[in-house]
């Protein structure tokens, strides 16, 4: 069974950093992507940031671009979501995913087939 276990949300200041860590568990998959999602209330779920396990490919979203850092760890099997110079913006609901076809449409939440139980993000001003 393919599980996708996200830790490290919580509450935050503004301008202060959190990380969040992703730890698949259940597949083998040489050609993957991991990405990281955000909800806030009343909105869409969009994209954050996402990694491709097979050549490192990164993307992140306009509004977190030199705020935010992905990246992976293959002995621990675990992807971080360092976010860092935080806005009350950023408050939302994080949930990290998995897209077993590889590079396909990386931003689309439809491309992804698990999921993680999702973890709160708070900024306070």
């Keep these: ?22 730890a698949p568990s259940g597949f083998t998959l040489d050609d993957h992507t991991i990405g990281w999602f955000r909800q806030a209330p009343g909105k869409e779920r969009g994209v954050v940031s996402c990694i491709s396990s097979r050549d490192g490919r990164i993307y992140y ?13 293959n002995v621990k099997n675990t992807v971080y979501l360092q976010m860092s110079s935080l806005k009350p913006e950023d408050t939302a609901v ?32």
Excluded: H, N
């Excluded at 979203?61 to 760890?73: E, L, P």
């Excluded at 949930?95 to 306070?124: K, R």
């Design 61 to 73: 979203a306009d509004s977190v671009k030199g705020r935010f850092s992905i990246s992976r760890d």
């Design 94 to 125: 994080y949930s990290c995913a998995l897209e077993t076809t590889g590079w396909g449409s990386p931003i689309d939440p439809e491309e992804y087939d698990y999921w993680g139980q999702g973890t709160q993000v708070t900024v306070s001003s």
């Design 1 to 22: 069974e393919v599980q996708l276990k996200e830790s490290g949300g919580g509450l935050v200041q503004v301008g202060g950093s959190l990380r969040l860590s992703c």
